[in-house]
């Protein structure tokens, strides 16, 4: 079992930064990849970015070049820097732990999920 648990959301204004944090607590974390969603008022969770066991790294094309996932293994932490934020990067943003050896995109991947924190882009 892996618990996560998300922090570092807010009200921010467009053209802002946010840095979220999601700690992990239970089994080695190192094992997990990692990644973040989003989902909005009346929408599906989708994508933003992962992160390997090794660090390798992929984000959607909507938060390229903003956002930056990385992780510190030492501090069983994950994060997500975001830049430039938008409102329609507005939402509740999870952290999710797979399984999986390599970067995965698919929320059925993940194994474990936090329960959300709340991201707010005002315009």
């Known amino acids: 079992q892996v618990q996560l648990v998300e922090s570092g959301g807010g009200l921010v204004q467009a053209g802002g930064s946010l840095r979220l944090s999601c700690a992990a607590s239970?089994?080695?974390?190192?094992?997990?990849?990692m990644g973040w969603f989003r989902q909005a008022p009346g929408k599906e969770r989708e994508f933003v970015a992962a992160?390997?066991?090794?660090?390798?790294?992929y984000a959607a094309d909507s938060v390229k070049g903003r956002f930056t996932i990385s992780r510190d293994n030492a501090k069983n932490t994950v994060y997500l820097q975001m830049n430039s934020l938008k409102p329609e990067d507005t939402a509740v943003y999870y952290c999710?732990?797979?399984?999986?050896?390599?970067?995965?995109?698919?929320?059925?991947?993940?194994?474990?999920w936090g329960q959300g924190t709340q991201v707010t882009v005002s315009s």
């Open positions: 999710a732990a797979s399984n999986s050896i390599v970067v995965v995109t698919t929320p059925a991947r993940y194994n474990y």
């Open positions: 239970g089994r080695a974390f190192s094992s997990y990849a």
């Open positions: 992160i390997s066991r090794s660090g390798g790294t």
